[in-house]
């Protein structure tokens, strides 16, 4: 089942902060994060795996709550090159990837 | 390393007609998964191949196959065109991350139908 992700979209200015949350009815093994840039395909972000991992890239990090089935994606003082689709993919262990329909996330001056 | 190759990149068919998209993966990688995106569903997963053969398949209607070469190189088809096909089409070599049993999609430009 394909994941819940919100807000569907998102305008920002430059340095503030954003949240996207992406939540499964189903048990997960992992959580991966993906950006699409337009006309671009998408690119691996990051992977929170099952044990309420964080993980942080640039000013990119993202958390994982198992038990309840959710991740959130964490953006702080974004610049314009955030701006794009982002996904987030779900893996309930050795299953295709799953992916939300995105959250598009607008950054402007 | 080159980065996974998807040809053609643009296409415009009508209805009715078959179409075929090719998808080379990263050298070395034995897996290849196929998606569909659309403005209104996102990523939908179409089918995985790995090692020529059919791992997964999604939720699509017989129309959609697919086959995978002993280079690794595989092909997606669609007969019959419907309106609704029209989409980009990705290609996803998968890679393994080391002692996690997760995977890691690095995904191709894509194959952009329009079906009129």
């Known amino acids: 089942q394909q994941p819940v992700q919100s807000p569907q979209a998102v305008i920002l200015r430059e340095g503030e902060d954003a949240v996207i949350n992406c939540s499964s009815s189903?048990?997960?093994?992992?959580v991966h994060w993906y950006r699409q840039k337009h006309g671009e395909a998408p690119v691996f972000l990051m992977i929170?795996?099952?044990?309420?991992e964080q993980k942080g890239h640039e000013k990119i990090s993202a958390s994982f709550n198992e038990k309840k089935q959710q991740s959130s994606l964490y953006l702080t003082a974004s610049q314009l090159s955030y701006s794009g689709t982002y996904f987030c993919?779900?893996?309930?262990?050795?299953?295709?990837?799953?992916f939300g329909k995105g959250t598009r996330l607008s950054v402007i001056a | 390393k080159a980065g996974v190759t998807q040809t053609p990149r643009y296409l415009i068919k009508t209805r009715g007609q078959q179409v075929t998209l090719s998808c080379s993966p990263i050298?070395?990688?034995?897996?290849v998964s196929w998606y569909q995106q659309t403005p209104g569903q996102g990523l939908q997963f179409l089918f995985e191949?790995?090692?020529?053969?059919?791992?997964n398949k999604g939720n699509f209607p017989g129309r959609f196959s697919g086959r995978q070469f002993s280079n690794s190189r595989s092909e997606m088809n669609v007969s019959t065109l419907e309106l609704g096909d029209s989409a980009l089409y990705l290609c996803?070599?998968?890679?393994?991350?080391?002692?996690?049993?997760?995977?890691?999609?690095?995904f191709g430009a894509g194959s952009r139908l329009t079906v009129l």
């Open positions: 191949y790995f090692s020529e053969t059919q791992r």
């Open positions: 993919g779900t893996d309930s262990g050795n299953t295709p990837l799953v």
């Open positions: 929170l795996l099952k044990g309420g």
């Open positions: 050298s070395g990688h034995r897996s």
């Open positions: 996803a070599s998968r890679t393994a991350i080391a002692y996690s049993g997760a995977n890691v999609l690095t």
């Open positions: 189903k048990a997960l093994y992992s």
